[in-house]
């Protein structure tokens, strides 16, 4: 042998180094539940029954469109003969009833608007008030937060202030509690200098709040091309990610005004513009192994019908299911190309939305079920028997991600836990979320 040992380890000291480093940007997808959608409602318009309040009216509003499974089935293009159209009717209808809304935003960006200081200082302290009786209550969404506005010169201030009375009044009322998964939403985010500003504010919080270190979690908006590339041209979103120190949870992509910031015509602004794949595609690169959840935007055609009132004609009822039903396909083909490149995330600005939502992530699970169950069931066979370390490595990346499309299945409410049996799973092993310690444990 010709290198000795002080060489070999000379070089490998250097290798582990940058190896850790990399680990330490990079720690693989994060296993615990991602909530398929985020409802976002003007701060103005939120109280503690908002979230109650928007579940029954989703469920009203696809009762009444969607009163069968044929009109279901008409509605979205599906086969009314075919056994998983009942089977996501009915997981649409019982999501609804137990779970409508799985992500919340109180919005004082967009959905409020720039008003007088003294009315938005009154709505944050009101709005933290209504949140703590909705905690008190269990009328809150499983996950949930506010959104501020942009940290741009003109709004900064406001922008904190915001989050500074919201927080404080909030805690005064809770005894010191933070809604479950409670999250910030940072809008228009362009600089890393944005988001270090607000850990800062986090720190400070925190501190002077009495809460726990790190407890506060944020979420960056990628809504323009300067939050796709810097001043120099280089890729910016996972410096913008790193300026969070561990803090920021999720990326969400705004369609509208990032193809605004484009150049792009209002009537052209979509959620399947070949501009907003360009962006999705750069989030994904940018952002993979990374454990930041990415979330797509919202479709922006509402299914609401034109005519209003308890006395409809038939011509009129007929009219406004067309208008429903066409802003519901649209945007259950906006929902599946965001599935299909791996947005399992995306907002919804109406109750009528959420069943859309649902029956779209429902119908992309259930649709490969079969096929995914089988492919996973051989895949533990095989990888249980593999004893390179090499092969262990390849199946274990391979098998979780397997393992996770059946995760978010689960946690939407696409799939029971009976179902996921199938793959020859235990119940243990599937909440145990590791594909590896699955291989580990069955050798």
Known sequence: MTLNENDIKAILSDLSKANLKLKEIYPGDRLDRQPVQTVYGGAQLFKSTSIKRMGELALSSF?????????????????????????????????????????FRIDFEDGFGNRPDKEEDETAEFTANEAAKGMNENLLSPFFGIRIKTFSEELKLRAIRTLDIFLTAL????????????????????????????????????????????????????????SIFDQDGRSNIISLVRAAKGRCKAAHFGVYDYTASCDITAKLQAMDHPACDFARNMMKVSLAGTGVWLSDGATNV??????????????????????????????????????????????????????????????????????????????????????????????????QGLLNYFLRALNCGAITEAEILQTGLSLEEVRGKSFLKILENRR
């Open 171 to 226: 805690v005064k009322s809770t005894g010191g509690k933070l809604p479950e998964n409670f999250v910030v939403t940072l809008p228009k985010v362009t600089v890393p200098e944005h988001v270090t500003a607000l850990i800062d504010v986090f720190e400070m919080l925190e501190k002077k709040l009495n809460l726990p270190d790190n407890i506060l979690q944020m979420e960056i908006m990628i809504e323009t091309t300067q």
């Open 302 to 399: 509402m299914p609401v019908g034109l005519h209003k009132g308890n006395n409809l004609t038939k011509i009129q009822i007929a009219e406004n299911t067309e208008v429903v039903h066409r802003a519901w396909k649209l945007m259950y083909d906006h929902v599946q190309h965001s599935l299909n490149n791996a947005f399992y995330q995306g907002w919804d600005l109406h109750p009528a939305q959420l069943p859309v939502r649902y029956a779209a992530v429902y119908m992309f699970f259930l649709n490969g079920l079969e096929s995914a169950s089988a492919r996973l069931k051989n895949f533990i066979e095989k990888a249980a028997q593999a004893t390179l370390v090499g092969d262990v490595f390849d199946d274990a990346a391979t098998g």
């Open 63 to 103: 009762r009444e469109y969607a009163p069968g499974k044929d009109a279901f089935a008409k509605a979205f293009g599906m086969d009314k003969d075919n056994d998983l159209t009942e089977r996501i009717y009915n997981k649409v209808i019982r999501k609804l009833e137990i779970e409508a809304v799985e992500d």
